[in-house]
C-alpha cells in the first residue's frame, strides 16, 4: 500500500506560476512512474505529467513547455512546477504512483487560475 500526499495548490493570477509537491510512503518500490493528472468540473481526468525512476519525462500537449515534472528518490517526492498558467489550467490535481500496473492516488488539490 502507498500513500500519497500532496500540496502546493492554490489561487494564482494568470501568467503566475505554482509548485505542486507529492511525497509517497509506505511500500515504494524501485522503477514505479509517478505523475501528475488534473480533472476540472465537468470534465475528465487527464494525464499532465509522467516521470519514471530514471527520470524520463512526459507532457500532455497543453502544458509542454510551461510545467516540469521532476523527482526526488532519496525522498519519494514528485513535483510539478507549473508556469505560465492560464484559466484552463485550473482543476484539482492528482498525483499518481504505478508500480506494476498497480496504481495510487493521492487525494486531490485544487489549483485555481484566475484575475
Known amino acids: 500500500q502507498v500513500q500519497l500526499v500532496e500540496s502546493g495548490g492554490g489561487l494564482v493570477q494568470p501568467g503566475g506560476s505554482l509548485r505542486l509537491s507529492c511525497a509517497a510512503s509506505?511500500?515504494?518500490?524501485?522503477?514505479?512512474?509517478m505523475g501528475w493528472y488534473r480533472q476540472a468540473p465537468g470534465k475528465q481526468r487527464e494525464l499532465v505529467a509522467s516521470?519514471?525512476?530514471?527520470?524520463?519525462?512526459n507532457y500532455a500537449d497543453s502544458v509542454k513547455g510551461r510545467f516540469t515534472i521532476s523527482r526526488d528518490n532519496a525522498r519519494n517526492t514528485v513535483y510539478l512546477r507549473m508556469n505560465s498558467l492560464k484559466p484552463e489550467d485550473t482543476a484539482v490535481y492528482y498525483c499518481?504512483?504505478?508500480?506494476?500496473?498497480?496504481?495510487?492516488w493521492g487525494q486531490g488539490t485544487q489549483v485555481t487560475v484566475s484575475s
Open positions: 516521470v519514471t525512476y530514471n527520470s524520463v519525462a
Open positions: 509506505g511500500s515504494i518500490f524501485s522503477t514505479n512512474v
Open positions: 499518481n504512483y504505478v508500480y506494476s500496473n498497480r496504481a495510487s
